[in-house]
């Protein structure tokens, strides 16, 4: 399941647009950030090729599944006020670390990130999981789930194309 989701972040990284700018969180049982500090990218091929390679050397499945950090890490980030800020939720599980429920979820969200960055979450060959649908719908974004049989390519194609990112293929 999780070369699925490393692989999807790989697609919607390759459909970016040079006017697109991005970041990373990639999580298990802690979080990490690409880049390190809190800024963005400007999404051109040298800094594609980089996040790339970064998900490939650095992403390790530690066993645990942990939301808290991951929006933490991810809400940190310097988003600029007149952009339209969103974050690409990418996961295979429900959260096992950390803040578990969505009252506390909600919490660390609205306390990281007052201004309203919108969420999206893609659920990853696991059931429904209701926490995400709501989260999304408390931050403006949507959630999907991928099925088992589904094809990665139409479903990231769908992801950009509701997310106005990119080119669809």
């Keep these: ?6 692989g ?3 697609q919607v990284l390759q459909k970016l647009r040079p006017s697109d700018h991005f970041r990373l969180v990639l999580f298990s049982t802690n979080a990490i950030s690409y880049p390190a500090d809190r800024s963005f990218l400007v999404a051109d091929p040298d800094t594609i090729a980089a996040a790339l390679d970064f998900i ?3 992403y390790v499945a530690e066993g645990g599944t942990n939301y808290e950090q991951a929006f933490l890490a991810g809400l940190s980030a310097d ?16 959260p096992n670390i950390g ?4 009252a506390d979820l909600m919490t660390v969200i609205n306390t990281a990130d007052p201004s309203g960055v919108r969420i999206y979450p893609v659920l990853f060959y696991t059931n429904s999981i209701q926490l995400l649908y709501d989260i999304a ?3 403006g974004g949507k ?16 992801l950009m194309f509701d997310l106005d990112i990119g080119g669809v293929s």
């Design 56 to 58: 490939t050397k650095t």
């Design 137 to 139: 719908q408390a931050r």
């Design 8 to 10: 999807a972040a790989k």
């Design 1 to 6: 399941r999780i070369a699925s989701v490393t």
């Design 143 to 158: 959630a999907q789930n991928v099925e088992r049989g589904d094809s990665l390519q139409t479903v990231i194609s769908r």
């Design 79 to 94: 988003f600029r006020a007149d952009s339209d800020r969103r974050l690409l939720f990418l996961t295979d599980g429900e």
């Design 99 to 102: 803040k578990t429920t969505l």
